[in-house]
T-cell receptor
């Protein structure tokens, strides 16, 4: 069966420090991968999605970047964090082709101080 | 911008009562999906309804879709305290990613 791993679960980082959040998927090949951010009590904002290795689409210009170095690995990064980068970050995947359900990781709570 | 907007934003009911949440969307859809999120956790897929379907059931869940009104509703029957969570509708907007509404926070009082 397929599983998705996202880590770390919580992270407290100072302003100006770098960021690297990692997400890996097991049990499937060539998935579509996504990074979302959720502000407290709000909906999900799509940040990036990827349909293949090295293929990244950015939805919102911002202080973050994403990379997909391997088929089932998706990384969210920042060179210098801002206070406004605080939030709940969620990684998700779905099967290629079908507009079917997405499967989410457990999320990373990022607090920039 | 949000593709889906849920209504109400928050709902508090007693155990055993039914909970109804509504979702309105803006563009044409292939399907509409509902997800559940427990506090501080990831989202879990509940049910998917295709654009050519009007109603779908899964256990205590009932989803309706009205494409002429661009709206959907999620009904949870005989609610339980464990149903306390946020519920989101989502759809594909032509991009290859799901776009989510802002959610309904459901509180079921024991």
């Amino acid at each position: 069966s397929q599983t998705i791993h996202q880590w770390p679960a919580t992270l407290v980082q100072p302003v100006g420090s770098p960021l690297s959040l990692e997400c890996t998927v097991e049990g499937t090949s060539n998935p579509n991968l996504y990074w979302y951010r959720q502000a407290a009590g709000r909906g999900l904002q799509l940040l990036f999605y990827s349909v293949g290795i090295g293929q990244i689409s950015s939805e919102v210009p911002q202080n973050l970047s994403a990379s997909r170095p391997q088929d089932r690995q998706f990384i969210l990064s920042s060179k210098k964090l801002l206070l406004s980068d605080s939030g709940f970050y969620l990684c998700a995947w779905r099967e290629q082709g079908a507009r079917a359900e997405a499967f989410f990781g457990q999320g990373t709570r990022l607090t920039v101080v | 911008s949000q593709q889906g907007e849920e209504d109400p934003q928050a709902l508090s009911i007693q155990e055993g009562e039914n909970a109804t949440m509504n979702c309105s969307y803006k563009t044409s859809i292939n399907n509409l999906q509902w997800y559940r999120q427990n506090s501080g956790r990831g989202l879990v897929h509940l049910i998917l309804i295709r654009s050519n379907e009007r109603e779908k059931h899964s256990g205590r869940l009932r989803v309706t879709l009205d494409t002429s009104k661009k709206s959907s509703s999620l009904l949870i029957t005989a609610s339980r305290a464990a149903d306390t969570a946020s519920y989101f509708c989502a759809s594909y907007t032509g991009r290859r990613a799901l776009t989510f509404g802002s959610g309904t926070r459901l509180q079921v009082q024991p």
